[in-house]
């Protein structure tokens, strides 16, 4: 992999992550561009004591643009674009309107192929490769940021999942706090330890899982299953055999089985609803340790944490969407329509032959 970076008109960081060693990026971004402003804040609800972010100048990103028009495509011409060579392998910049910057964290994006049409899934093995060592370098230069203390890698695909850009491409949001959903896993994980008597719990979900019959596929350093209380009709966790506490913990053999079991998970979900449907919209979500929190968590360390992705559809069935309605929105309560152990089963059956 070589790493090329260099600076956007408006002084954004854009970096090419390359296949070739010998690739030489040298195009400069020509668009006259003001200094990007942003106006992004972080408030604290008193009541929940989670974090929400008020980003106003968010209101003006990019909509749903022509394909001709795509700002993530490669520059061509005169058609000047975010990223100012003509071709690229993967590329990352800091999102022209981050929903967290400066003191308030970052935001960058994450173009996984200049293929306008392509997708995740569709990318040889070498390619998603290159996107995980993309994901890792990422990971490893933002939780040096002092504003940062967890860092975010995920896709959301899918107009139905509220994609505004149709390239594929991926985000990373770099917290300058631990977010609720993991606080809440540490806490889990502390609780458990204390009342087993040093038992990790991710250990423990793993080992219980991969004994069960929702297993959806397994590898020699990997495995997939749908969980046992499954929120999403169709979720999938997707664990490193051996526990790691985030993506910079990875062996080269596990690095090496990623692309094999992530593309064909990828592939799965594009044929759960049958031949003939659109594409599955989906989420794809790493969970990472926090790097700026205290070493110790309510008796829990970093290393007790179990890197791991959860994927996950809001379609429940041919032409229906899972709805965040009063119970899920108004207390947080899922209602999942799909048995987990009927979606694993399905996830088996469209298995690539």
Known sequence: MKKTSTRLADGRELIYYDLGDDTVRDAVDRRPLDPTVTTSEIRRDPLLGDAVAVASHRQGRTYHPPADECPLCPTRGERLSEIPDSSYDVVVFENRFPSLAGDSGRCEVVCFTSDHDASFAALTEEQARLVLDAWTDRTSELSQLPSVEQVFCFENRGAEIGVTLGHPHGQIYAYPFTTPRTALMLRSLAAHKEATGGENLFDAVLQRELAGERVVLEGEHWAAFVPYAAHWPYEVHLYPKRRVPDLLGLDEAARTEFPQVYL???????????????????????????????????????????????????????????????????????????????AAERLREVASS
């Open 264 to 342: 064909e998970l990828l592939r799965r979900f594009d044929r759960i609803f049958g031949e003939g449907e659109p594409a599955t919209p989906y989420i794809a979500a790493w969970h990472q340790a926090p790097f700026g929190a205290p070493e110790e968590f309510d008796g829990v360390t970093r290393d007790d944490f179990a890197l791991h992705l959860e994927l996950f559809t809001i379609r429940r069935t041919s032409g229906k969407l899972k709805f965040l309605a009063g119970s899920e929105s108004g207390m947080n309560v899922f209602i999942n329509d799909v048995p987990p152990e009927r």
